[in-house]
DNA sequence: GATCCTTTCAGGACAGTGTATGGAAAGCCC
DNA sequence: GGGCTTTCCATACACTGTCCTGAAAGGATC
């Protein structure tokens, strides 16, 4: 039970204790070093020793601040949610609908700012701000009729569609980062060896309609971020109409 | 471009070379063994010399099959997508709304077999069958009455649904049998020492709400698969009031 | 001010990992 | 039966996370 300790790194309090030999190094300074490191070269490539290198400081000392790899990584999950805790608030007068596509919006930029957290293996830690944005992705959808199974599940779902999105869309940054390869460059060489020499118009229909129709037009149909846009709103516009049944969604109507 | 040779081994023919030693194992057999490995033990703890082991052959065989571990998983992936090329396929006569709720639970079940899937860290390989999947789903969004972008990103993000929410719960699932502790038994001694001592009512205001409410009373509200239904049934509906605007969707309209 | 005590520091070691290297082995073709 | 071509696999290297250990450093106490 791993997770218990990372509860008490991650939720107990800070209590300084004055004897001993002096840390030469802050619990934050470890995890804002762990965040720059992965920041910068992404989740996998973040070594005990890499950080400690950072900071100047051996490899070792670092377990003093934190339990193991994994428990610096917990860490730095709740750090960036932190980021967002204040924003995701409701604000007064604020439809439930705006106020979720705002949520979706926020966290999709969190991920934007810090996609290692999309590489994170398990399931997002118990930490204080994750819940916290838990909580204010719950909120929206407590009254507006639905049942309350219904509204954890609404909420669980806006976060899991932004998530998916997210991770289809900006793994591929990351892994270009990684590869130094630039976008273009990597899609137009690796479209023209691919299109040319493998694609079968007639094993994949669909595809081919979409891309003589222009489906495919913007190139880098993900990087956009109308994609986000688009699927919260038809995604709110079914819950919309399963809180009010009878009444349409207030959706734009736009495709 | 490591990718590159990766496509070789993906869509190239398997090119019978008929002179010197022959291999003692296929690539199918490696592929299998892996996907075995992957099944039991989950990604992160594949290795190579595992997987040489289980097949009863030196470690440095499997490089002449896989290009290396990386390229080993895209293959596995390819064969776990293969299992639902043929049932992707649209039924004659078949609704659009019925082919992509379908299409989308076979995901999820595939995604059920094979966590593992869910951890590979970059972007879905370009793999044959992986591409075949992307096919099926654009399938349904086709001619009902989307702009080829608008059908393209319905797709993309119904697909992206189903993956976050298989993320969100199997994750668990997986984490939980690599750590042997069983599923009841991990969240009561969890949740008994977290919510004593760590939750505070006042901070997370929504999730108390839902709490008392028996908004979670299901224990696990992410294991039942009811929430895949309702999530890909109220996304459709917002999809289907985009595309033919005026009638609202076909939502069976319970919560 | 010296001593004890508690805590942190950091070097070395260990069991892993993926994979490059290179000589030995094994089967087809002439 | 060579010659050629391909595969096999032991060894080695760089790298990882983390345990162990004794030394170092500062506060508390006499």
Redesign the interface.
């Known amino acids: ?4 300790h990372h ?1 008490e790194l991650l ?1 107990g309090d800070d209590v300084p204790r004055g004897r001993g030999r002096p840390a030469r190094t802050t619990r934050d300074e470890v995890v804002a070093a762990g965040m720059a490191r992965a920041d910068a070269e992404g989740l ?1 490539d973040l070594s005990m020793r890499q950080v400690a290198a950072d900071l100047g400081v051996g490899v070792m000392s670092l377990y003093t601040q934190v339990e193991s790899r994994d428990g610096l990584v917990v860490l730095m999950i709740d750090r960036a949610f932190a980021e967002v805790t204040d924003t995701l608030a409701r604000r007064d007068g604020e439809p439930w609908r705006d106020a979720a596509a705002r949520q979706a919006r926020t966290l999709w930029d969190l991920y934007g700012r810090h996609p290692w957290i999309l ?1 994170h ?4 830690p ?1 930490a ?1 701000h994750v ?2 944005l ?3 992705f ?2 929206p959808f ?1 009254d507006i ?10 909420a ?2 806006l ?7 997210a ?2 869309s900006r ?2 940054q ?2 270009v980062r990684r ?1 130094g ?1 630039g976008y273009a460059e ?1 899609w137009s ?2 479209n023209a ?2 299109w040319d ?2 694609f079968d118009e007639e ?5 081919t ?2 891309w003589y ?6 190139e880098d ?2 990087a956009g971020e ?2 986000l846009e ?2 919260v ?7 919309a ?2 809180a009010h ?1 009878g009444r ?2 207030q ?1 734009t ?3």
């Open positions: 039970m791993a997770d218990q509860l939720w996998h590489d293996g398990h399931r997002m118990m204080p819940l916290a838990e909580d204010a719950y909120t407590l009729g639905l049942s309350p199974a219904g509204s954890a599940n609404a669980i779902a976060r899991s569609l932004v998530t998916g999105l991770r289809d793994s591929e990351d892994q590869t390869v990597y060489t690796l060896v691919f020499r493998y094993r994949y229909p669909a595809m309609r979409l129709a222009g489906g495919f037009a913007a149909i993900l109308g994609i688009r699927a709103a038809a995604y709110l516009d079914g819950i109409a399963r049944p349409t969604g959706g109507g736009e495709a």
